[in-house]
């Protein structure tokens, strides 16, 4: 039996980027055991020493909304994996989307279909290019009620955001939430509280979309926007 809890602290086992596993431990009164990447420790601690009342939510909030143990977490660790990846670029052909299109959609279907959180869609029939990236309908649905769409507004690692863009040349877009920030701050100059992963056009990287979209920011229509969760 591992991590038995006589003092109310919860344990982790962090992964750090080298790959190495270790214990650490934060003293909330929470009985449980979780594995974590290390990036996600760091925000969590944080979470836990700030009074973050001010952006109106708190330790344990930020801590569900992580995910751990869910597949959604795992998807979100796996994808920052393929940050300033070209593949997915918009002058490169990949799988059946030609040259000279946007792949965002093709990238998320990529991510769960390697995740098993979707059915590969029947012979002929990807997701196509150019088409709008809404995952219930350019994605499809999910694999067995693995996905299901949020409709409470909240955001956890691991969900996938489509959303309307308002460019006149723009069909829509789709990303992954691959990042959480309890204070507000993130590193790609973002000025929200999560940032979410997709495929640009010259390559893959995290980015502030994600949030616009939900959030009828920047160049973005509020219509409609469809976010899919994992179990």
Request: with cysteine; charged share 25%; proline share 4%.
């Amino acid at each position: 039996m591992n991590f038995i809890d006589p003092d109310g602290m919860r344990k982790f086992c962090v992964t750090n980027d080298d790959g190495s596993i270790v214990e650490t431990e934060i003293d909330d009164g929470v009985d449980g055991s979780f594995d974590i990447a290390a990036f996600d420790l760091s925000m969590l601690q944080y979470a836990y020493d700030n009074d973050i009342s001010e952006t109106k939510t708190d330790y344990e909030a930020f801590f569900n909304s992580l995910g751990l143990g869910t597949q959604g977490y795992y998807l979100a660790l796996e994808v920052r994996k393929w940050d300033g990846n070209t593949e997915y670029a918009y002058d490169k052909k990949k799988g059946d989307f030609p040259k000279n299109t946007n792949k965002c959609n093709k990238f998320v279907y990529d991510r769960l279909l390697d995740a098993d959180l979707i059915e590969k869609y029947p012979i002929g029939c990807p997701p196509q290019a150019g088409a709008y990236a809404d995952p219930q309908t350019n994605i499809k649905a999910g694999k067995n009620g693995q996905m299901s769409v949020v409709s409470d507004g909240s955001v956890h690692l691991g969900d996938v955001i489509a959303g309307k863009f308002g460019w006149r040349d723009a069909s829509g877009h789709v990303e992954i939430v691959s990042y959480l920030f309890p204070n507000g701050y993130d590193p790609k100059n973002a000025t929200n509280y999560f940032g979410t992963t997709g495929a640009h056009r010259d390559s893959i990287f995290p980015s502030s979309k994600g949030y616009d979209m939900l959030n009828g920011t920047a160049n973005v229509k509020f219509n409609p926007v469809t976010t899919r969760r994992a179990k």
